[in-house]
């Protein structure tokens, strides 16, 4: 199994920042992209951005360019997102995940999940 932790969730003002992180263990294999979603009250699970393991191509949805960046650490297994210029928007549970294959913006094709980390941004 592949294990995925989220942390660095939290309260922020509007316009504020935060770095999410997700630490990876367990058993790895394959080419696999890492993708951040998130999922407010009532709403659907949604893509956010997504990163290659090997090549370090990303991806983001159209909502956070220019604002979030996605990032990795291959030594220390981490992956980061750094949220600037934070929306109320914004806030939802951020989840990590993990797809093998090719990169896609669909929830139900990552295969592995972390439990989620809460991030609320007040007006």
């Known amino acids: 199994q592949v294990h995925l932790v989220e942390s660095g969730g939290g309260l922020v003002q509007a316009g504020g920042s935060l770095r999410l992180s997700c630490a990876v263990s367990?058993?790895?294999?394959?080419?696999?992209?890492m993708g951040w979603f998130r999922q407010a009250p009532g709403k659907e699970r949604e893509f956010v951005a997504a990163?290659?393991?090997?090549?370090?191509?990303?991806y983001y949805a159209d909502s956070v360019k220019g604002r979030f960046t996605i990032s990795k650490d291959n030594a220390k297994n981490t992956m980061f997102l750094q949220m600037n210029s934070l929306k109320p928007e914004d806030t939802a549970v951020y989840y990590c995940?993990?797809?093998?294959?090719?990169?896609?913006?669909?929830?139900?094709?990552?295969?592995?999940w972390g439990q989620g980390t809460q991030v609320t941004v007040s007006s």
């Open positions: 367990g058993n790895t294999f394959g080419w696999r992209y």
């Open positions: 990163i290659s393991w090997v090549v370090s191509s990303s």
């Open positions: 995940a993990t797809t093998p294959g090719v990169m896609t913006t669909s929830h139900a094709n990552y295969d592995y």
